[in-house]
């Protein structure tokens, strides 16, 4: 059973920087393409960016366009998250996701609060 646990989220202040990680345990990641999303309160999760299976492709929507990168090291079964320039906009939980054929997976979450 694959599990995603995310991390290296916190309160960072406008303009600054985070990696976000999301580790995968129970099933080798780079089967899978991976996606980050970020969930507003009150709102479901919206795609952010995803990353092919080899770490070739990625896409990214155009609010985040040239400040946050997606990037994988499937050795660490590890997909990475950086964000800069963040705003204050910026501030929600972020997960990543799988897709598993029927399956879906979530990691838990990790809050990231931009904020003078």
């Known amino acids: 059973q694959l599990q995603l646990v995310e991390s290296g989220g916190g309160l960072v202040q406008p303009g600054g920087s985070l990696r976000l990680s999301c580790a995968a345990s129970g099933s080798t990641l780079d089967r899978y393409a991976v996606g980050w999303y970020r969930r507003d309160p009150g709102k479901e999760p919206d795609l952010l960016v995803c990353i092919s299976k080899s770490g070739d492709i990625t896409k990214e929507r155009d609010s985040v366009k040239g400040r946050f990168t997606i990037s994988r090291d499937n050795a660490k079964s590890t997909v990475y998250l950086q964000m800069n320039s963040l705003k204050p906009e910026d501030t929600a939980v972020y997960y990543c996701?799988?897709?598993?054929?029927?399956?879906?997976?979530w990691g838990q979450g990790t809050q990231v609060t931009v904020s003078s």
């Open positions: 996701r799988v897709v598993a054929g029927w399956r879906v997976y």
